[in-house]
């Protein structure tokens, strides 16, 4: 069972980018999956999370109208599309996957390595 995220970078202050989350050894759409983020200094907090079974989705306030997640099940790819980035979206994002619908790290058991977001101001 592997994770892998990729398509961090370096973006100015206002513009996109789009992460991906590969899977390998299982079906994302038997789970639920999450991105987290953990920034210098700062504890790791998740970001958004969902359940491609049923579509269910889940933002937290910070990242709400600007941040998308979606999957395409036939890449068995998860991704999350960010727009409108922020100084304080700088981070390594991580992906993640759980049996349980939430943002509580504990619940995931399989993380990826992480890619980094950095935007400039």
């Known amino acids: 069972v592997q994770v892998v995220e990729s398509g961090g970078g370096l973006v100015q202050a206002g513009g996109s980018l789009r992460l991906s989350c590969a899977a390998s050894g299982f079906t994302f759409e038997d789970y639920v999956v999450g991105w987290f983020r953990q920034a210098p200094g700062k504890e790791r907090e998740g970001v958004s999370c969902?359940?491609?079974?049923?579509?269910?989705?889940y933002y937290v306030d910070s990242v709400k109208g600007r941040f998308t997640i979606s999957s395409d099940n036939a890449k068995n790819t998860v991704y999350l599309q960010m727009n409108s980035l922020k100084p304080e979206d700088t981070a390594v994002y991580y992906c993640?996957?759980?049996?349980?619908?939430?943002?509580?790290?504990?619940?995931?058991?399989?993380w990826g390595q992480g890619t980094q977001v950095t935007v400039s101001s």
């Open positions: 993640a996957v759980s049996l349980d619908y939430g943002l509580r790290a504990g619940d995931y058991d399989y």
């Open positions: 969902m359940r491609s079974s049923n579509g269910s989705t």
